[in-house]
């Protein structure tokens, strides 16, 4: 049995298809690993989902920005939805529209296999969070997103403040926490998170640091898969495997195979032009 973590869709159908015969998927016998933005700007958002979903047997999906978006956008009035990009307009008037956003609101923030070895999140965790630590912090917003009382939270989702402080409370806590888990890049060493900063490492401001890197951030008995950081590209190091390689941008889509000793990478090409096979050039690519 194989276990495969693949990187960020943002609805690249055609290179998931791509990704997984390339590994040789069986999913009467391996794993798939997603680490979320499984929808938006890659063309194929719905099919996407539909794919995943049906994979539901034999995968762990965690949330990404995007898909927290998406979650939040199909709770407004229906002219506000119709004011969205046509891909994700494709999902909210979905006939199975209800399915398969209920099901992509019942995934997690955080997923931890310990007899694996491995942690799996969308953008980070914070640099004095523990395993342990996180997944308390992740149940507290899962428990309340899976509840009937979601729309609270989802309705005030966005906002860059408050900082992480184990004080806060109610929705302010909850989007502090979900701002750690799906939106983090570099940071402070209290771990202020610079949610401006989206490029390569080199290029932040003095001060700031990857998540990864910073200064007297804990030792994790876990290894942590994540994506989110496709200017980063594939790194690997410190514990950490990044492995969102800007498929919906051109770049190749990964898969990390993370059963056994070594975690092997398997990359396909992303998306491409519609019609002409040419991969799309290279764009700014950091939210």
């Known amino acids: 049995m194989a276990t495969y973590a693949i990187g960020d869709l943002q609805g690249c159908l ?5 990704l997984l015969d390339a590994t040789g998927f069986d999913p009467a016998r391996d794993r798939l690993w997603f680490c ?12 996407t989902l539909r794919l995943v979903k049906s994979l539901s047997h034999c995968s762990e999906v965690v949330l990404g920005n995007h898909d927290l978006s998406l979650l939040a956008i199909a709770g407004r009035r229906e002219a506000e939805q119709r004011r969205v ?5 494709t999902v909210l008037f979905a006939d199975d529209r209800d399915e398969l956003l209920d099901w992509l609101r019942s995934r997690k923030l ?7 070895g491995w942690v799996m999140v969308h953008a980070g965790l914070a640099p004095k969070w523990t395993v342990k630590i996180a997944e308390a912090r992740a149940h507290e917003v899962e428990q309340r997103l899976h509840s009937r009382s979601h729309g609270k939270l989802l309705r005030n989702l966005y906002g860059d403040r408050p900082a992480w402080s184990p004080k806060l409370a109610g929705v302010d806590r909850h989007r502090a926490i979900i701002n750690v888990f799906t939106r983090m890049r570099y940071c402070t060493p ?3 998170i610079a949610f401006d900063e989206k490029g390569a490492p080199g290029t932040q401001k003095p001060g700031l640091y990857p998540w990864f890197s910073v200064p007297g951030r804990v030792e994790r008995d876990l290894r942590v898969v994540c994506g989110h950081w496709s200017t980063l590209g594939l790194f690997q190091g410190l514990g950490v495997h990044a492995i969102d390689t800007g498929c919906v941008w051109g770049g190749p889509l990964t898969a990390l195979r993370l059963d056994g000793d070594l975690p092997q990478v398997i ?3 992303g998306r491409t032009t519609q019609g002409t096979g040419m991969a799309f050039p290279a764009k700014p690519r950091g939210t």
């Open 14 to 18: 055609d290179p998931l298809k791509r």
């Open 190 to 192: 209290s771990g202020r």
């Open 36 to 47: 979320g933005d499984l929808v938006n700007r890659g063309g194929d958002s719905l099919q």
């Open 85 to 89: 990009n046509a891909e994700l307009q």
């Open 110 to 116: 955080l997923h931890v296999d310990r007899g694996l």
């Open 267 to 269: 990359q396909v090409p």
